[in-house]
């Protein structure tokens, strides 16, 4: 893949299409929809409840864990360390995968297929958004690579074996 844009200096392009997209979702759930009744829409209340409260803890868990390195914009703060423990320690992105459970949550409780597909263009995304990201962090911080390597993207691995 050739290197995404910076969109800006600190990659401030890349905030301002990742609230077009928040938007968007959260608008097709208030306004399109419900797509589908019944059993399946009780079962997608309980799923989409369930998607949105995971996605809030992960979202604030990221938030807190990053401190003072904290930053909306894709190019790390000058002088932040870079962290690799709480929600960092399960995967490399968790506001991203947070804000991706709880849009898929939203979209999935509203019953709009519409969101879902909003749901699903935002964690296409942040995909993006990530890897113009790392690319900074790698040129930032040596450690980033073996991190990068051993830590998945948004979601954490379960019954990880050891080898």
Known sequence: MRE??????????WVLIQGVLLVLVAAAGWSLGPDWSGTIRLIGIALG????????????RGIADLGGAMTPLPRPRDGAALVETG????????????????????AVLQASIIAVVFAAVLAAFFRLKSAREEAWLEMRYPGYRGYRVRTPRFIPRIGRTRG
């Open 4 to 13: 995404l844009p910076s969109l800006g200096p600190r990659g401030e392009g």
């Open 49 to 60: 409840v369930v998607l949105i409260v995971c996605g809030i803890v992960l979202f604030v």
């Open 87 to 106: 929600a960092y320690r399960l995967v490399r992105h968790p506001i991203y995968g947070g804000l991706i459970l709880a849009a898929f949550g939203w």
